[in-house]
């Protein structure tokens, strides 16, 4: 029996395309963390510049940290979605079963 509770499954829709959409972003900061940050280590001075490597492990630490927090944050929104979706679903299955319950009640019989 319902308590009279209704799940808007449209707001369930627009939860999964907006999290799709921000997967989509994800891809293009991983995208841009992974190709487009990269500097030589020659642009951090020559070798004689002591730290010019240091400088350049320290980038690269960072760099790969960067790029570590948006793959983890990418698989935190799949799995966010992908969980929405499977509400969505059970929800709407479940709307139906109730539909087709109420639709094959006997005629006459109490409401």
């Keep these: 029996m319902s308590n009279g509770?209704?799940?808007?499954?449209?707001?369930?829709?627009?939860?999964?395309?907006?999290?799709?959409?921000?997967?989509?972003?994800m891809d293009?900061?991983?995208t841009k963390?992974?190709?487009?940050?990269?500097?030589?280590?020659?642009?951090?001075?020559?070798?004689?510049?002591m730290?010019?490597?240091e400088l350049h492990g320290a980038h690269?630490?960072?760099?790969t940290r960067?790029?570590?927090?948006?793959?983890?944050?990418?698989?935190?929104i799949d799995e966010f979605g992908k969980s929405t979706s499977k509400v969505r679903d059970k929800y709407c299955n479940q709307e139906q079963a109730n539909a087709q319950g109420v639709s094959a009640a006997p005629k006459g019989a109490a409401n």
Aim: hydrophobic letters at 35%; zero cysteines; proline letters at 2%.
């Design 5 to 25: 509770m209704r799940v808007d499954l449209s707001q369930l829709d627009d939860v999964i395309r907006k999290l799709n959409g921000l997967l989509s972003d």
């Design 28 to 30: 293009k900061a991983n």
């Design 33 to 49: 963390a992974k190709y487009e940050t990269d500097i030589p280590s020659t642009a951090f001075g020559s070798a004689k510049f």
């Design 51 to 53: 730290e010019s490597n």
């Design 60 to 63: 690269q630490k960072q760099k």
């Design 66 to 76: 960067i790029e570590n927090m948006i793959r983890d944050l990418h698989k935190l």
